[in-house]
């Protein structure tokens, strides 16, 4: 099971990469959340796959009976897709706000690749390039 | 109980001025008590370690390898320390410098979060507490950076944004894996789990996979690129605290995870950290002398300085980590403080473009010493601090018989003399460019952005006055760095 969930990670992780330096910004939103997911499978996977029981006590006792499931993995995934979450939006949202400004998502374009447009006069004389089909 | 103010009272500050961002001279006066009782509660942490050497602190009174736990020890408490500084020195500069659209926008509350998540980093005592942190500072420079909608700027945080993602992605990567190859993630608690791992290629190849998340994050060679693409685009007390901060915060990652978790086996980290830290600083260097705008020339520099911190870790004795934290402290306000300059120089002159700008000498005389000073410390002229911090790291090297590593660094010091002669003869010798030079008129410049400048000049003029006591102060930590029984010791009581 280990390893087949490694390899699934793997592929996962292969699959964002190549989203990621396809150059298109929109591909790279769609790398990372792929990305992240692929983590938190990999979290999940290091805390032991084991079918069992969920972690809590049973009334009357004071400590877990039995086999059962590590619930520190499940906190640590749980933190990193909230936090993963924020971060796609925010993505999103000044994607669509350079947009607005640079109209290309392509990061081959020259709005992306001159370094020195600055605040000043520079910045209104780039040339808006055609929308790649 | 100390160790959780600096990081709470920013975030109370924060959400106070959240209600306040309206009224600018309120926010403004705020922001600067805020600032300043920051810097106090840091200072009473400082004076507890000097007291008592290490301190921790469960937070929730969970015990130490379960529960989350905030430690510091010399390294955190001075780091913590110059964070308040910082922060209150641009912040007294914001002050004239912030339009009131950009406080509605949340200025403040974006910069003292920031403040809250970098000091969080330096005390955390656990790994994925580090990674939240991590994304908390994230965050809060994502707000501040895309604040105002600058043309121009979207790009550059784009660029900002993505690749410190990655870096974030990695840093989770290897959490998850350090967890499952021992089952904790309590540092202290790792110091001696890592030590029983057999399998040294896995452990080997996490710590490359950390070297790559901070390399990104303190903008090592070939991962720096982000930084000079960035930095000269935002406002310039954001980019003085950006400057003078956010990479730092990956370098001390590195000295924490490298002298506390993978302490045990240097074979394979230590000969890689040397490679990176001499490509790193002598690419910076080189890629500064060919730039002509002031403030990419100095974030060419922050890279070219961080490899100088990443060397002194990369020696692996307790002189050489003493002289990283002396760089630290010095480098931190060094450039914070020549990136605030740099704004002073746009706002006498008009241009941060050197080809456009001259005179200044002859216009702003407290000016010109407010930036010679940094300028040249950075550069390494005695008694300024950056000789003493240079020296101890050339001095660490030649100990442990790393000429060649301590000819470089020397030989990178001479080249970053070029581009401060360069700033200083472009902007402050040389005739205004085109202009006949009885036109020009002499700009005030305003006194809350003077003397934050003045003030950190002082500073460094003190350290390196008074570097006896200071050298003390970081050889101790460089010891404690090396053999940590007191941090560990101060995780497992508690107090």
Redesign the interface.
């Given at each position: 099971m280990e390893a087949l969930m490694a390899l699934l990670v793997g592929l996962m992780i292969a699959a964002a990469l190549y989203l990621?330096l396809s150059g298109l910004?929109v591909r790279?939103v769609f790398g990372?959340t792929l990305?992240?997911n692929a983590?938190n499978l990999?979290?999940f996977?290091?805390?032991?796959l084991t079918y069992s029981d969920p972690p809590l006590i049973n009334p009357g006792q004071t400590i877990l009976a039995g086999q059962t499931a590590n619930a520190?993995?499940q906190a640590?995934i749980l933190?990193?897709i909230v936090?993963g979450f924020?971060?796609t939006t925010?993505?999103l949202i000044?994607?669509a706000?350079?947009f607005d400004?640079?109209r290309t998502l392509d990061?081959d374009q020259p709005?992306?690749l001159c370094?020195?447009?600055?605040?000043g006069p520079?910045?209104?004389n780039i040339n808006i390039p055609e929308k790649k089909g | 109980m100390l160790l959780i103010f600096p990081i709470l009272l920013p975030m109370m500050v924060a959400i106070a001025m959240g209600f306040s961002r309206l009224n600018k001279q309120k926010a403004n006066t705020a922001a600067i008590i805020g600032a300043l009782v920051h810097v106090f509660a840091s200072g009473l942490l400082m004076v507890a370690i000097l007291d008592r050497q290490a301190i921790a602190l469960w937070v929730g009174s969970w015990p130490a390898p379960a529960g989350i736990c905030l430690v510091a020890d010399y390294l955190s408490a001075v780091m913590v320390l110059i964070t308040g500084v910082i922060h209150t020195a641009v912040i007294v500069y914001a002050r004239k410098d912030i339009g009131s659209s950009q406080i509605q926008a949340g200025f403040y509350p974006f910069m003292q979060l920031l403040t809250a998540a970098i000091c969080g980093a330096f005390l955390t005592g656990d790994l994925f507490n580090l990674y939240v942190w991590f994304e908390v500072m994230l965050m809060a420079s994502f707000g501040i950076m895309v604040m105002g909608h600058f043309p121009g700027r979207m790009t550059g945080t784009v660029k900002y944004v993505t690749m410190n993602l990655l870096s974030t992605l990695l840093l989770i990567t290897a959490i998850g894996l350090i967890y499952g190859l021992t089952g904790t993630l309590n540092m202290a608690d790792l110091h001696e789990k890592m030590a029983l791992v057999e399998n040294t290629a896995l452990v080997n190849s996490l710590a490359l996979l950390l070297i790559t998340a901070f390399g990104i994050k303190s903008a090592l060679f070939p991962l720096f690129f982000w930084l000079p693409a960035s930095y000269h685009i935002l406002p310039v007390p954001v980019s003085a605290f950006f400057a003078g901060m956010l990479t730092k915060v990956g370098v001390y990652a590195m000295i924490r995870l490298f002298t506390l978790v993978f302490a045990g086996d240097t074979s394979m980290t230590q000969p890689t950290l040397m490679v990176l830290a001499v490509l790193t600083m002598v690419s910076g260097v080189v890629a500064a002398a060919s730039q002509m705008e002031i403030r990419r020339i100095l974030s060419f520099h922050i890279i070219s300085q961080v490899g100088y911190m990443v060397l002194g870790l990369s020696l692996f004795t307790p002189l050489a980590l003493a002289g990283t934290l002396v760089y630290l402290v010095h480098h931190i306000i060094v450039k914070a403080n020549l990136f605030l300059v740099s704004g002073l120089i746009q706002k006498a002159a008009g241009s941060f473009d050197l080809k456009h700008i001259g005179s200044l000498y002859k216009t702003h005389g407290l000016l010109s010493a407010g930036f010679f000073i940094p300028a040249f410390s950075l550069a390494g002229f005695p008694p300024l601090s950056g000789f003493w911090a240079k020296l101890l790291i050339i001095y660490a090297c030649l100990e442990s018989r790393h000429y060649i590593l301590g000819a470089v660094a020397a030989l990178v010091g001479l080249m970053t003399v070029f581009s401060m002669i360069k700033i200083w003869s472009e902007a402050f010798w040389k005739p205004l460019p085109g202009n006949d030079a009885t036109l020009v008129a002499v700009k005030p410049l305003s006194a809350w952005m003077m003397a934050p400048v003045l003030g950190l000049a002082l500073i460094t003029i003190l350290i390196g006055l008074f570097m006896e006591p200071v050298c003390r102060v970081a050889l101790v930590a460089g010891e404690q760095l090396m053999n940590p029984v007191q941090y560990i010791l101060a995780v497992k009581g508690g107090g």
């Open positions: 990621m910004l790279f990372f990305m992240g983590i990999l979290i996977t290091a805390g032991r520190l993995p640590l933190t990193a936090i924020a971060m925010f993505l000044l994607l706000r350079t400004q640079t990061a709005p992306f370094e020195l447009p600055d605040t520079l910045a209104s | -």
